[in-house]
Nanobody, 124 residues
Framework: QVQLVESGGGSVQAGGSLRLSCTLS????????WGWFRQPPGKEREGVAA??????YYADSVKGRFTISRDKAAKMAFLEMNGLNTEDTATYFC???????????????????WGQGTQVTVSS
């Protein structure tokens, strides 16, 4: 069974940085499309960043501050977050898919597997 496990969340002051990691549990499965989403308290889940092949995609709110990457073995994905502000406070979710339906790079429907989420809290 494919499972995704996020790590790296925590509390940080505004202006700080965090690096989130997502690990694929199933060694026989290879991911070709990774995404990071977040859900602020009381709000809908939104796409933050995605990577497919050599292409990366970012929400306007994080462009220039966040960087998505993955390892060559396609077993892990990362989200480097710099210049964090209080609006980045949310639960962050990793998502993955391979040969799955595609509705757009930051559309939740494009992803089949999801992690449980990791909390990121930014204080002023």
């Amino acid at each position: 069974q494919v499972q995704l496990v996020e790590s790296g969340g925590g509390s940080v002051q505004a202006g700080g940085s965090l690096r989130l990691s997502c690990t694929l549990s199933e060694y026989t499965y290879t991911v070709d499309y990774w995404g990071w989403f977040r859900q602020p308290p009381g709000k809908e889940r939104e796409g933050v960043a995605a990577i497919r092949g050599t292409s990366t995609y970012y929400a306007d709110s994080v462009k220039g501050r966040f960087t998505i990457s993955r390892d060559k073995a396609a077993k892990m994905a990362f989200l480097e977050m710099n210049g964090l502000n209080t609006e980045d406070t949310a639960t962050y979710f990793c998502a993955a898919a391979t040969a799955y339906r595609y509705y757009g790079p930051l559309d939740r429907r494009s992803f089949k597997y999801w992690g449980q989420g990791t909390q990121v809290t930014v204080s002023s």
